[in-house]
């Protein structure tokens, strides 16, 4: 990894990809964020969920929400499979890429809840796997896969796409234009 320029322990709390105990902590909170979305809008999600599967739904979807959950599952296999296609395991790959849309969805929360417009997250999918499961269960190879993956991806999770065009959402949202056109733009 240092011949690739990546510092992996850089100093007492350690570098972004240590996977160290309070990166490992940030990551749980994260988790613990996203069960908590998950849960205040279950049944949401869930009519979501089954209008984006072509069944009908009780509640009242809109149809850029049915969009963007069909978006969404396509993008996660799509990333999925470009990630075994690199040479990651389609396990790790499918944690991998859990992870970094739980990173993505609990950081454009906090922004679209917030109004805050700098937040970083502080750890990456790839070290937090790391940590969690060990380096001789994960291999050389994929890790560093997953690193130049973080690299690209996230480059620091602060200046991620997803908040930033989440909190745009939010405030046309408010001021009552249709979200669905906004969006298409």
Avoid: H
Avoid at 86 to 91: I, L, Y
Avoid at 125 to 151: H, R, V
Avoid at 152 to 159: F, G, K, Y
Avoid at 160 to 167: D, I, K, Q, Y
């Amino acid at each position: 990894l240092g011949a690739y320029g990546i510092t992996v322990y850089g100093g007492a709390g350690g570098g972004l990809y240590s996977g160290s105990l309070p990166q490992l902590f940030t990551m749980g909170a994260y988790l613990a964020f996203l069960v908590q979305i998950l849960y205040t809008g279950r049944r949401y999600y869930r009519g979501v969920l089954k209008r984006a599967a072509g069944l009908s739904a009780n509640e009242a979807i809109g149809e850029e929400a049915v969009w963007g959950g069909r978006m969404f599952a396509v993008s996660a296999v799509v990333f999925a499979l470009y990630l075994t296609t690199a040479g990651v395991g389609w396990q790790v790959a499918a944690l991998y890429t859990f992870l970094t849309f739980s990173l993505f969805l609990v950081m454009s929360r906090v922004v679209a809840e917030t109004g805050v417009f700098f937040y970083m997250a502080g750890w990456y999918p790839g070290a937090a796997l790391m940590g969690l499961m060990g380096a001789g269960a994960i291999g050389p190879d994929t890790a560093i896969i997953m690193f130049m993956f973080s690299n690209v991806m996230l480059v620091r999770p602060r200046e991620a796409l997803m908040p930033f065009l989440v909190g745009a959402l939010k405030l046309v949202d408010d001021r009552g234009v249709q979200i669905g056109r906004t969006a298409a733009c």
